[in-house]
Every structure is written in C-alpha cells, then in structure tokens.
C-alpha cells in the first residue's frame, strides 16, 4: 500500500522546489511582459549574480554587506543590458532580439568567470539541509530546512512583486506597457525607465534565485541550466502570467519529484529530468496558452 | 492701473494668439522604411482653442500626418524628410513623444488603444503618469473627466477591455485629458461606432474644447460629422492637401459633396463603391 506520509512527504518536496523555479520563471515574465523579449540570459544573471555575491564574501564582506553591494551590482547589470543592449535594438524584431540575448549570456557567463574564476563554490546560508526535527516527530516526513526557507523567501519575493504592480504608480505603468507600447508612448509613459525598472528587477530576482539554488546545489556553471528547468514553468504557465508561472513552477517541482519516486522506477529511474518537459509539450498540444496565459481580450 | 496692466497684457496675449497657430505644419514630406513616400508637401495650421478637421479617405495620410506631428512616427521606422512642425512656435523634430505630452500636446491613437488589463479609471490615472501631482489632486482631476464622461464613472472598475467601443474611444479621450493637454490630435474617434455614439463624443469634444479650451486637430473619414463639428477643414488625397477652408464653406462646397459626403448629381454613391473600399482596407 502506498504511505500516506511517504506521499506526502514526496509531495512537499516537490512543491517546496516548485517554489524556486517559478522564481527564475518570474524573472523571464517580468522581461517578457514589458518588452517581448525572452532573456536567454537569464541564467547567465542567476550564475552571475550569486558567483559575484559570493566572490564579495571572498573578498571579506560580511553576508549583510555583500547582499546590498551585490543587489545594487544586478540592478545595474539590468539597467546597463536594457541601455546598452536592448535600447540600440528598439523596433527590431522579436528574433533579433532574442539573438541579441543569447548573445549577451556568453559575455555575462565569460564575465563572470573572468572576474570571479571556475571554481565551485560553496554558499552558507546558515541553514542547514537538514530535515526539521519536529516535522520529523510528528508525521515522519522528512522536510528540509533549507527548502522551506527557500520557498519562504521566493514566496516573499513573489507577494512584494505583486503588491509592486497591483498598487504603485511605476506598476500601473508597467501594466500599461505590457498592454500596449504604443499607447503608453502616446501619453508619455516613459518606456526607458520602465524599462530599466524592469530589467533591474528581473536582476534581482536572478540573485535571489542564484542564491536559493546556490545553497542547495553549491555555486557553478551548472546554475546557468537552472534557465533551462523555468522553460517548461513558462510554457505551463504562459509567458505572461504571474500567477501562471507561480503555479506551474509548484505543478512541475511536484510532477518531477512524483514521476521520480513513484513512476521513475517502472522506467528505471532518471525521469525526473525529462518528466517537466513532457507536461510542458502535453500543455503545447492541448493548452498552448499556457494556465492563465493570458486571454488576449478583444472586442470590436 | 493694475487693472490696464493686466488687460493690456491680456491683449498682447489675444493678438499673438491670433497671430501664433498653437500647431503649425510647413509642407512636410514622410517616408516609411526609407522607401515609401506618403506625405508630399502636407501644410496645415491649427489656431489656438478650434477645432480643426482633417478628411480623407483609406491611406490619404491622415494618421500619417497626426504622428508625424506627435513623433510617434519614429517607432513606425517613418520620418519625416522635408518641412517643419511647429507646436506652440517650438520646432518639434527633436522632441520625443514624452516630451511633447509634457508640452501639452497629445494623441489620442486610431483604434482607440486603451490598456485592456487595466480598469477604465486607471486607465485615466496612466494619463497622468507624466505628471506628478498628489493623490488628492488626481481626484479632482478624475472627477473633472468623470463630470465630462458620466458613463466611464459607472463603468471606472471594469476592465477597459470588456467595455464597448464607444466606451473604450471615451477611455481613450478621457485618458489623453488627463495629462492636461493644450492641444489634442484625435485620430478616427468615429470608427466602428454607431452614429448615435459618434454624436455623443462629438458633443464630449466639442465640450472639452470650449470648456477646457483645448485646441483640436481632428482626423475622420467621416466627413459629415467632422464637419459639423470642427471650425475649419482640409482635405486630404493621396499625401496632399486638395483643398481647405471654413467648415462651412466646405461642407456647402459641390465637389466635396460629392466626393466625401456621398452625394452627387445622381444621388448616393452606390453601396457596392462602399462594400468594395471597406473590402480593400481589410486586405490592404
Ligand atoms: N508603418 C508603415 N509603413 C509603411 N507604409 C505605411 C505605414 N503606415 C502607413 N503606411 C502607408 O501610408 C499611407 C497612408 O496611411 P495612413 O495610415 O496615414 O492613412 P489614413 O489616412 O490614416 O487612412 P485610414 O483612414 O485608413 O486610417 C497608406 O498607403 C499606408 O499603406
Ligand atoms: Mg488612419
């Protein structure tokens, strides 16, 4: 018979790492919702981000000096992309565009590395990876410390974008722009800052994200793949939706670690890799939309 | 003696008001993506506080020329390669879309172009996103357009893009009004809506034009309204101004009769001249 708590246990695991690749997803809807360009390199700036934080840890900052100096770092990565990148492509087509960032993850990974060198490194968060001792003794789940922070933390993160866009002015603009450039441009949004904002904010979502990952999994190139795992996130939720990307990042950290402990088997393990993007090309036939992706409304 | 001051400078104002168009287009030639030439030599002006008609049909230049004059043009690769603009004596080639608006100049986009996600008051409060003034005074400002547009009040927590067209033309005025503008370039307000609307936001217009004083530059194909509306009027044909003049005048002229108000010596013009333009503005 299947356990209940083993179940469970699977379950919130899944859902806890769920958490995290919504973030990176979240990353790529902010870009995409307000200029149409899908950032390949927003696991470039995940790697980036956190190597640097680390790498100013090295340096002897302490963690609550390195957090700011490394935010205030992404945000200008953000804005100089948005200036140096994107603003001299403006008008060009989505394609190029998305050349233009495919580009720019080589010279942001290179960048990186130069600076900061290849080594592996190790994050401390000061919370271990360890389960919870009193969840432990209640149910006999075994849920790490560490992913329930992670999740916290990328739940906070979420709750304060949202509250950003639903009642700041900068936010009602920046729906205003994912709607219709044009017309925002004709009664003087200025796209630039808005831009800027964007990118800046898509940087510091990178970082906190590299972090989460970071703790978990050390700090190395591999992060940059961490993109790759937001792909079938965005897909699932569609390239717009907040609240899609939210959900379809706890279905697809759900489904994946499901499909390893209670399917993997039958196929010999190893699904957990491949199981996402299966459900990402079910929704692409049946739903390609994505959950919310969003209705375009239309009326004539 | 303050009081002659005052009113002498009063006058000074008024006469340069009547000398000084608040627009003024000298003969200026556009091409799109380096290639198409659209504009050949279009001059207009527009005096301040009136309200001016620009008619034509599909693809005379119309909106062509409203965003040559806002620059909006640039982000539709066209440019404008002869003449000059003159918004308020201020040459405009080098000013950016935002810039004008913070000037006083704003267009109001064919297709109206509301936020679709965004209710219709924060549609208006995006209006006034160049602006920075305090939350109380955005009240008033909503309720000033709110005095001229009763319906978007009813409607102000809908999402502008499940509201009716007439309602999203008046979203999209509503908006323009709300960066407080001297000068409103309005592209097609008729499209698509039933005369019955059309009437209803022409009289809007007309209402923000005396009561607001803002001065008006009107694009329509539909000639009979505009004209009934606006003070004076030019024609538009293929890129060139065929002919202008008082409103009245115009809308007594035999050849525009004719020609842009569908009637002629033999009656209207047949529907299937009409069925068969429409046709080509849809694959065109
Ligand atoms: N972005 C563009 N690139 C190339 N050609 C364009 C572009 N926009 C408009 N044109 C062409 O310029 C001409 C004038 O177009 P414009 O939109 O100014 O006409 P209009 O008078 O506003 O017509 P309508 O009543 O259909 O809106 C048309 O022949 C059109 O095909
Ligand atoms: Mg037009």
Redesign the pocket.
């Known amino acids: 018979m299947l356990d209940f708590w083993f179940f469970l246990e699977v379950l919130v695991g899944g859902l806890l790492s769920g958490t995290m690749y919504a973030l990176v997803a979240l990353g790529f809807v902010l870009i995409y919702k307000a200029s149409s360009v899908f950032n390949f390199a927003q696991g470039a700036m995940v790697f980036f981000a956190v190597l640097s934080f680390v790498g100013f840890m090295e340096l002897g900052l302490p963690f609550w000096a390195a957090l700011p100096v490394t935010v205030g770092l992404m945000i200008l990565v953000g804005m100089g992309t948005e200036r140096f990148v994107l603003r001299p492509l403006v008008n060009q087509s989505e394609d190029t565009l998305l050349m233009a960032t495919i580009g720019l993850a080589f010279v942001i990974e290179g960048v990186a590395q130069l600076a900061w060198g290849v080594d592996v490194r190790r994050l401390d968060l000061g919370i271990r990876d360890e389960p919870i001792n009193w969840v432990m003794d209640k149910t006999g789940m075994l849920v790490s410390q560490l992913d329930v922070t992670a999740a916290a933390v990328a739940g906070i993160m979420v709750a304060a974008l949202a509250l950003l866009f639903s009642h700041t002015k900068v936010g009602r603009g920046l729906r205003a722009v994912a709607d219709d450039h044009a017309a925002a441009l004709s009664i003087g949004i200025p796209l630039k800052h808005i831009w800027m904002l964007v990118w800046a904010t898509a940087g510091v979502v990178a970082l906190v994200a590299g972090m989460l990952w970071g703790a978990r999994s050390g700090v190395q190139f591999a992060l940059v793949w961490v993109a790759l795992k937001a792909l079938p996130v965005l897909i699932i939720g569609g390239f717009t939706s907040v609240p899609g990307v939210i959900l379809a990042g706890l279905i697809v950290g759900a489904v994946e670690k499901l499909g390893e402990v209670f399917i993997g088997p039958f196929f010999g393990g190893g699904i957990e890799g491949w199981a996402p993007y299966m459900l990402a090309v079910l929704f692409l036939l049946i739903r390609p939309e994505g959950l919310f992706g969003e209705k375009i409304i239309r009326r004539v | 003696m303050t009081v002659s001051v005052a009113s002498a400078v009063e006058r000074t104002a008024a006469v340069e008001a009547a000398v000084q168009p608040v627009l003024a287009v000298k003969n200026i030639e556009v091409i799109?993506?380096h290639v198409?030439l659209?504009l050949r030599g279009v001059s207009l002006e527009v005096p301040q506080g009136k309200i001016v008609a620009l008619l034509?049909?599909?693809?005379?230049?119309?909106?062509?020329?409203l965003?040559s004059i806002s620059t909006l043009l640039g982000s539709?690769?066209?440019a404008v390669t002869k003449g000059s603009i003159e918004f308020r004596g201020q040459r405009t080639d080098q000013l950016t879309p935002g810039e004008l608006v913070g000037m006083g100049l704003v267009q109001v986009m064919?297709g109206r172009h509301c936020f679709g996600h965004l209710t219709a008051e924060e549609n208006l409060i995006t209006g006034a996103y160049a602006r920075s003034i305090s939350r109380s005074q955005l009240r008033e400002e909503l309720d000033r357009i709110y005095a001229y547009f009763p319906r978007l009040k009813v409607r102000r927590s809908s999402l502008a893009g499940y509201t009716s067209g007439g309602e999203q033309q008046m979203i999209a005025i509503g908006r323009a009004m709300m960066a407080k503008p001297n000068m409103l370039l309005l592209?097609?307000p008729s499209m698509g809506l039933a005369p019955q609307i059309v009437a209803e936001i022409f009289e809007i217009v007309r209402d923000l034009n005396q009561k607001e004083g803002v001065s008006i530059l009107l694009?329509e194909?539909n000639t009979n309204v505009a004209l009934k509306f606006a003070d004076y009027g030019y024609i538009?044909e293929s890129?060139r101004i065929m002919m202008d003049g008082p409103a009245k005048a115009l809308a007594d002229n035999k050849d525009v009769k004719e020609f842009y108000l569908g009637m002629s010596s033999e009656g209207r013009k047949s529907f299937r001249d009409i069925k068969s333009y429409r046709r080509r503005?849809r694959w065109?």
Do not use: C, F, H, P
Not at chain 2, 56 to 65: D, H, P, V
């Open positions: 799109y993506n198409i659209v034509g049909g599909n693809g005379a230049g119309k909106s062509t020329t965003k539709e690769r066209g064919e592209d097609e694009a194909q538009l890129g503005k065109v």
